[in-house]
C-alpha cells in the first residue's frame, strides 16, 4: 500500500490522504474523532477543495492514520507545494450571496417595525462612524434581549436601511447558536469565502487561514454582515472579519459579555403605546380604536412581548369577527396563555424552549424555581434558599440566567425578574419536572426565609428603650440603612410569606414579625400593607389562644385604623379589645397602650369629651410597666388633649418635658425610630406653639421634623410635616413656598394611601388659592377633594362631602 500511494497517483495531496485513510479502514467520521479535525475538513481535503492544509493538522491525522516519518513528511511536503501554487484572484465585483441553508438573501423587511426607532437610530449613527474613519477593524454591535424581542427583525431593517451605505455587499448568516446543533464557524466561513468569490478548491481547511483570508478580502469592502442567533463567544470570534469599513452586527439571546470592544444594545419589551400601535398595524386601527381599553389588556397579557403581540395579532387577523375580547379572555387563563400564544408556524413556548435547553442543569432548576416568587422580582439570597445552595453559588446562576436573556437585572439594587410570560413558562416546567412536594418544600423553605430576614430587618428600627432585642446582622443587611432598603424591595414578597406561613398554621412567626414591624411601620409601607399584617398577627394570637400577644396586635390593629384608615370608631372599638385582652393577660404595658390608641382615636374623631383621667391612666400604667417611651407617649398625648381644650401653657410645659426626653439618647446609638419618633413630637408641639403665637419657633420645629422625616425615609411623617409647614407659611403670608409643601404634601399622601390626609391638605391648599385670588386653582382642589370622599367611611364622608358642596355651591 505504501508504495502505491507514492505512485503515479500519489503525487496530489487528496490521493495521498485517502490512500493512507483507506489503509488505515477508518471511515472519515472515524478519523475526524481520532485527530480533532472535522468531518467537512477531512471531506474538503480528500476532495480537493482544500489542497493546502497547515503543518498541525496534518501532524493531528498522523496519529489515527498509523503514519510513518517518511510518511508523514511526504505528506507534508505534498501539502507545502500546494500551498506556493498561486491562487486564482477572488472576485473582485460587490459580494454574491452563495445559496446555503447558513447564508442567503437578506430576509425580508417587515411593513410594522414599531418601538425600536431609538435603536434604530443608534445603529444608524454607529454605521456612520465608519465612513473616513482610521480604525483598523470594522464595528460590531451585539442584540441582545429576551427570546421574542424581535432582534432579527431589527438588524434586518438596519440591513435594509443602510444598503447604500455598503455597495459591497450584505451577508446574512443563520449561525443556530440555540440549536442542538449549531453551526461550526469554519463552515460559516466557508460560506462566507465562496460569497467573496473564492472557488472552493481555494479555500484553505485550516481555521484560522480561512480567518486570514476572509480578513483580507474584507479589508478594502464596505460590507454589511449579519450574524443571527448566536451562541456564545468562542462560535462568533472567528467571524468578526470585517475591515475597517464593515459593520458586523450580532443577534443572540445571550449578552456575549466576553466580547471586547463590541456596542450593546439590549433590547426590551415594548411600551404600552408602541405594543398598541403594533397590534393596530396587524389587526387594523379601527377595532383597536373600538376596544381601547381590551387593547391594552391584550398588550399586557402578551407582556408587551413583540413576537407574542404578533401571534395575538395574526390570530384576531385571521378571525376579523372575534372581538379583541374574546382573545383576551382565553389568555387570561395563566395555565394555557402560551398554547393560546400560537399561530401557524409562530409559537412562544418553543422559542422560550430553546433558550432553557442551553441551560446548565442547575441553572434549570433555579429557573423554574423561582417561579414560586410572589413578587415580580427577587434577590439572590431567594434563589439561594430555593435551591439550597450557597449565596456565591446562586449568584453564579443567577448571572446565568440573565446572560441568556431569561431573566433581567436592575442595576440600581442588583435584584432580578422575570419578564411575564417567561416566569408563565418557568411554571410550566416547574409543574412538569418536579413533583408536587418538591415544589411545596420550595415553596416553605422561601416563606420562612422571607419571614425569618423580614423580623430580623425589622428590628433594626425599635428605638433604644432598653427592652427590644437588639438586631442580628445577616448577609442580606448589617444596618438600619440596608435593612430597610431590603424591607422595602421585599415587601410584597415577605408579605404574601407571611400569609403563606400562616395559612399553614404556624402562627408564632407571624407574630414575631408583626412585633418587629411594629416601629417600621412608621417608616415604610402603606396602610394596607399595615392593616393586613396586624390583623393576621391577631388572627395567629386567637389561634392559639395567647391574650398578650392578642392585646398587642389588637393595638396596633388600632392604631393602624386611626392613623392611616381614618376609621376612628372602629379603632376606638378595637383599643377596647385589646383593653380587655390586656386585663385577662395582666399586662400593664399593653394596658397602656389601649388606653393610648383609645384616647388617640377619640382626639382624631376631633371628640373633646374625652375623659381626661383616660390620659392619666395610661401615664400611670406605664409608670407601674416602668416603660419611659411609652410614659412620655402618653403624656405627649395628654399635652395634645390639653392644647385642644385650650389648657395651652400646661400643655407647652408637658410638651417641653417629652420633647427634651425623645431628643437625647438612652443607650445605645440611635435607631431611626428614635429620631421619628422625637420628629413626630415636634409636629405636636408646633402646633401649641403656634397657638401660643410662637410662630417661628413652631415653624423651626416642623422643619427640623422635616428633615428627620427625609432623613430616614419616613413618607408619612415627611407628608404631616409638610402639610403643617405649608399651614404655618401661609398664616405667615408667605403664600409661594406654603402652595410649595402643600403640593408635596398632596404626593405623598396620595403615594402612601392616606386619603383623609390628601382631601385635608386638598382643603387646606384650596383655602391658600382663595387667599391668592386663583378661583379656579381652588375649585379644582374642592373637586378632587370631593371626588375622593368615597374611599372614606359613611360618617366621615359624608361630612367632609357637605362641606365641599358647600364651597363648591358657594363659588
Known amino acids: 500500500m505504501k508504495h502505491a500511494a507514492r505512485g503515479e497517483t500519489a503525487t496530489t495531496f487528496k490521493a495521498l490522504l485517502k490512500g493512507y485513510r483507506v489503509r488505515a479502514d477508518l471511515t472519515q467520521e472515524e478519523l475526524a474523532e481520532g485527530s480533532g479535525v472535522s468531518v467537512r475538513a477531512i471531506s474538503d481535503m480528500e476532495r480537493g477543495i ?37 491562487i486564482a484572484a477572488p472576485i473582485a465585483a460587490p459580494a454574491r450571496i452563495y445559496e446555503s441553508p447558513m447564508i442567503g438573501i437578506l430576509p425580508a423587511d417587515v411593513d410594522d417595525l414599531t418601538g425600536r426607532e431609538h435603536d434604530l437610530e443608534a445603529l444608524r449613527t454607529l454605521a456612520a462612524g465608519l465612513l473616513g474613519g482610521r480604525r483598523r477593524s470594522g464595528r460590531i454591535a451585539v442584540l441582545s434581549g429576551p427570546p421574542g424581542t424581535g432582534k432579527t427583525t431589527l438588524a434586518v431593517r438596519t ?28 463552515d460559516v466561513l466557508h460560506l462566507i469565502l465562496r460569497s467573496l468569490g473564492v472557488d472552493a478548491v481555494h479555500i484553505p481547511a485550516d481555521l484560522e487561514d480561512r480567518v486570514s483570508l476572509c480578513r483580507s478580502l474584507l479589508q478594502e469592502r464596505a460590507t454589511l454582515i449579519v450574524l443571527d442567533d448566536a451562541g456564545d463567544e468562542a462560535q462568533v470570534r472567528p467571524l468578526l472579519v470585517g475591515g475597517p469599513r464593515c459593520l458586523t452586527l450580532i443577534t443572540s439571546r445571550q449578552m456575549l459579555v466576553g466580547l471586547e470592544g463590541a456596542s450593546r444594545l439590549n433590547l426590551d419589551v415594548l411600551s404600552e403605546d408602541d405594543a398598541v400601535a403594533l397590534l393596530s398595524t396587524i389587526v387594523g386601527p379601527g377595532r383597536v380604536t373600538r376596544e381601547r381599553t381590551a387593547a391594552i389588556e391584550l398588550a399586557a397579557l402578551c407582556g408587551r412581548l413583540p413576537l407574542a403581540l404578533r401571534i395575538a395579532g395574526n390570530r384576531l387577523a385571521s378571525r376579523p369577527t372575534w372581538p379583541l375580547a374574546r382573545l383576551v379572555d382565553q389568555l387570561q387563563d395563566r395555565s394555557k396563555r402560551l398554547t393560546t400564544l400560537t399561530a401557524g408556524d409562530l409559537n412562544v413556548r418553543s422559542v422560550f424552549e430553546l433558550s432553557y435547553r442551553q441551560l446548565t442543569p442547575t441553572a434549570a432548576k433555579v429557573f423554574r424555581r423561582l417561579a414560586v416568587v410572589p413578587a415580580a422580582d427577587f434577590s439572590v439570597g431567594a434563589a439561594m434558599t430555593l435551591i439550597e445552595a450557597e449565596e456565591d453559588d446562586a449568584a453564579i446562576f443567577l448571572e446565568e440566567l440573565a446572560d441568556a436573556s431569561l431573566l433581567q437585572t436592575s442595576p440600581e439594587n442588583g435584584r432580578y425578574q422575570f419578564h411575564d410570560l417567561l416566569r408563565v413558562f418557568a411554571t410550566e416546567r416547574l409543574t412538569q419536572e418536579e413533583t408536587p412536594e418538591a415544589v411545596e418544600a420550595a415553596e416553605n423553605r422561601l416563606a420562612d426565609w422571607l419571614v425569618r430576614t423580614a423580623t430580623a430587618a425589622a428590628r433594626y428600627f425599635h428605638p433604644t428603650d432598653g427592652a427590644s432585642r437588639p438586631p442580628v446582622a445577616t448577609s442580606s443587611f448589617d444596618d438600619h440603612s440596608s435593612a430597610g432598603r431590603w424591607l422595602e424591595a ?25 412585633e418587629s414591624m411594629h416601629w417600621y411601620s412608621e417608616i415604610g409601607g ?38 392611616l384608615c381614618d376609621q376612628s370608631d372602629e379603632a376606638a372599638k378595637m383599643a377596647l379589645r385589646a383593653w380587655d385582652a390586656a386585663v385577662e393577660a395582666g399586662d400593664r404595658r399593653e394596658q397602656g397602650w389601649a388606653r393610648v390608641y383609645l384616647s388617640s382615636a377619640q382626639l382624631r374623631d376631633g371628640n373633646l369629651a374625652t375623659p381626661p383621667e383616660l390620659f392619666d391612666e395610661a401615664v400611670r400604667l406605664f409608670e407601674e ?41 438612652h443607650g445605645g446609638s440611635r435607631t431611626p425610630v428614635d429620631d421619628t419618633t422625637y420628629a413626630y413630637l415636634l409636629l405636636r408641639s408646633a402646633q401649641n406653639l403656634a397657638a401660643l403665637d ?74 391658600l388659592s382663595d387667599e391668592m385670588g386663583d378661583p379656579v386653582s381652588a375649585r379644582d382642589d374642592r373637586e378632587r377633594a370631593l371626588a375622593l370622599c368615597d374611599r372614606l367611611g359613611r360618617t366621615e364622608g359624608t361630612k367632609i362631602r357637605d362641606k365641599l358642596t358647600e364651597h363648591l355651591n358657594a363659588s
Open 159 to 186: 440591513a435594509h436601511d443602510l444598503a447604500a451605505d455598503f455597495p459591497d455587499g450584505r451577508l446574512f448568516l443563520k449561525l443556530r447558536g440555540m440549536s442542538s446543533e449549531p453551526n461550526d464557524p469554519a
Open 694 to 767: 410662637s410662630a417661628e419657633l413652631a415653624l423651626a420645629q416642623c422643619e427640623t421634623a422635616l428633615e428627620l422625616f427625609r432623613r430616614h425615609g419616613a413618607a408619612m411623617g415627611q407628608g404631616r410635616a409638610l402639610q403643617d409647614t405649608g399651614r404655618f407659611m401661609r398664616r405667615q403670608g408667605d403664600h409661594a413656598n406654603a402652595r410649595r409643601r402643600l403640593t408635596e404634601a398632596v404626593a405623598v399622601f396620595e403615594r402612601i394611601g392616606l386619603t383623609q390626609s390628601q382631601i385635608d391638605t386638598l382643603c387646606d391648599r384650596a383655602a
Open 490 to 514: 421585599e415587601m410584597k414578597n415577605w408579605l404574601a410569606a407571611v400569609k403563606s406561613v400562616a395559612a399553614r398554621g404556624d402562627h408564632q412567626p407571624v407574630l414575631d414579625l408583626a
Open 625 to 665: 410597666a416602668d416603660y419611659p417611651p411609652g410614659l412620655h407617649v402618653a403624656r405627649a398625648m395628654r399635652a395634645t388633649f390639653w392644647y385642644r381644650s385650650g389648657r395651652l401653657d400646661d400643655a407647652a410645659v408637658e410638651f417641653d418635658i417629652c420633647v427634651r426626653y425623645f431628643k437625647q439618647g
Open 50 to 86: 482544500a489542497k493546502s492544509p497547515q503543518r498541525r493538522t496534518i501532524e493531528s491525522l498522523a496519529a489515527p492514520l498509523s503514519l510513518t516519518d517518511e510518511e508523514l513528511t511526504d505528506l507534508q511536503k505534498v501539502a507545502k507545494q500546494s500551498r506556493t501554487q498561486p
Open 526 to 563: 402603606t396602610a394596607n400593607t399595615w392593616y393586613e399584617m396586624f390583623e393576621l398577627a391577631m388572627n395567629s394570637a386567637i389561634a392559639i389562644g395567647s391574650k398578650r400577644d392578642e392585646a398587642v396586635h389588637r393595638n396596633y390593629l388600632a392604631w393602624v385604623q386611626a392613623t
